[in-house]
């Protein structure tokens, strides 16, 4: 890896001569910052004699075939404190360590798409890139707030039960809370495939190596896959690379917003991002606090999704995975992100048991926007479903042992009677891709149509 990958330039220092003459010396000038490896202390590495901010990338062992990045995490005293963004060959005190940029620079575009890059946005695919890209930053500032237009239109997720219960819109941000081996690989496949977005940006962090081809292959497919940009930083890869891959998806996804595309953006996993930042927070020094994790994983996470949403030239709706621990969407992420977000989709494992796919929790779920995206009588509609199936879930143990007598409450008749329906309603093969439309409309039909008139228990 040269640091002519990253097109990196260093900032001049500042002249005060009039006119072009200050801006052609400023030019002309180059240097070089270095200075050597002091220590090494388990995944962090000292430096000495080289001054450098906290994000700078710098460059072991320059002049070898062995060089590798490492990114500035922390201070001891005056010395930075770098950790690896790649794997670390043979380190000795004393090799040469170089400043290469303050951030990371990479190149990307409408031809991109298609295409299957890692951290540093250098293909992983087997093809070369191509030469349309543009360049542009990663370390990108969030669009200010009064920048930020209203978000009040749909965005079709081609699922059922999103569109319908949990309409979302161009620009929204929300969270897919899960256990392992839920399903949130194969839902965000289903959203990539049905989504009416202009462009898609996905990032994969922390997964296991075998499981993107397999994303990409049986989940994204060919369709999906020609409109999509898929960031991969699998778990092997050093915390510092994992962390520059969600920068990169976004900032990726930024230019194609800034084209004044609708852009879909998903993250899997913000819990892996947020392990990922808990290495390099402990290696800096930092103190532990809630399971572990230090401040500067509750500091990292708005940052992240304070990028993404709409303005003036486009949208970024983006879907942000999370991983609870143990099934509990209390846990500290997931409770976190919920505050953050503005909205949240909670896969059962219970449904999932029962073959409902995808196990989306409808009543643990909810689109803060919903109610400003769809007609005053669409959510009449889906507030009626809503409370047909709170219904049933109060009174299922008495139904389950037959303690409840037909006739008694005309809300709980009228809850079994939607009941098969509605499961039936919520449920969707991965394949299948739901017309926003047609799924509201079926959904109005399903909730008007006549209750099933009730049948007396015998005497």
Not at 157 to 180: E, H, K, P, W, Y
Not at 269 to 282: F, N, P
């Amino acid at each position: 890896m040269s640091s002519s990958d990253f097109r990196y330039t260093l900032d001049p220092p500042k002249f005060h001569l009039p006119g072009p003459t200050a801006r052609l010396i400023s030019e002309s000038i180059t240097f070089e910052i270095s200075g050597r490896v002091a220590a090494v202390r388990g995944d962090s590495i000292e430096l000495e004699g080289i001054t450098a901010p906290i994000g700078a990338i710098c460059e072991i062992n320059p002049n070898s075939p062995d060089r590798r990045l490492v990114k500035v995490i922390g201070f001891q005293g005056v010395r930075p404190i770098v950790a690896p963004m790649e794997t670390m060959g043979q380190i000795a005190a004393g090799d040469k360590v170089r400043l290469l940029s303050r951030s990371i620079n990479l190149r990307a575009g409408a031809s991109l798409c298609g295409r299957v890059i890692d951290a540093f946005g250098r293909p992983i695919d087997n093809r070369p890139l191509p030469d349309d890209l543009t360049l542009v930053d990663t370390t990108r500032q969030p669009p200010e707030s009064l920048d930020r237009p209203p978000i009040d239109t749909a965005l079709q997720t081609g699922v059922r039960a999103i569109d319908t219960m949990l309409t979302c819109g161009n620009g929204q941000r929300l969270g897919i809370f899960a256990g392992s081996g839920v399903g949130k690989s194969t839902l965000l496949g289903m959203l990539a495939r049905g989504s009416s977005a202009d462009r898609i940006v996905i990032c994969m962090v922390g997964e296991r190596g075998r499981e993107v081809q397999e994303f990409i292959q049986r989940c994204l497919g060919k369709e999906g896959l020609q409109r999509s940009v898929v960031v991969v930083a699998t778990s092997d890869r050093p915390a510092a690379q994992r962390i520059a891959a969600t920068w990169t998806a976004t900032a990726i996804a930024e230019s194609f917003r800034d084209e004044g595309k609708n852009v879909l953006l998903l993250v899997d996993s913000v819990t892996r991002l947020a392990m990922a930042q808990r290495e390099l927070g402990l290696a800096a020094g930092e103190p532990p606090t809630t399971r572990g994790y230090p401040p500067s994983v509750f500091n990292l996470l708005p940052q992240v999704v304070e990028r993404a949403g709409r303005t003036n030239h486009g949208s970024i709706t983006a879907f942000y995975t999370v991983l609870v621990e143990g099934d509990d969407n209390n846990e500290p992420i997931a409770d976190t992100l919920r505050g953050l977000l503005d909205g949240h989709i909670v896969l059962s494992r219970d449904l999932a048991a029962q073959a409902h796919w995808p196990p989306i929790d409808v009543l643990q779920s909810l689109s803060r926007l919903q109610p400003h995206l769809v007609p005053a009588d669409t959510m009449k509609t889906v507030n009626s479903a809503r409370a047909h199936l709170s219904t049933y879930q109060k009174n299922a143990d008495l139904i389950s042992i037959g303690a409840y007598r037909t006739g008694s409450d005309p809300n709980v008749d009228a809850a079994i009677a939607m009941r098969d329906p509605m499961k039936l309603f919520l449920s969707q093969d991965a394949s299948e891709i739901a017309p926003m439309e047609q799924s509201l409309t079926a959904l109005e039909a399903l909730i008007r149509r006549p209750t099933p008139p009730v049948v007396a228990p015998p005497q």
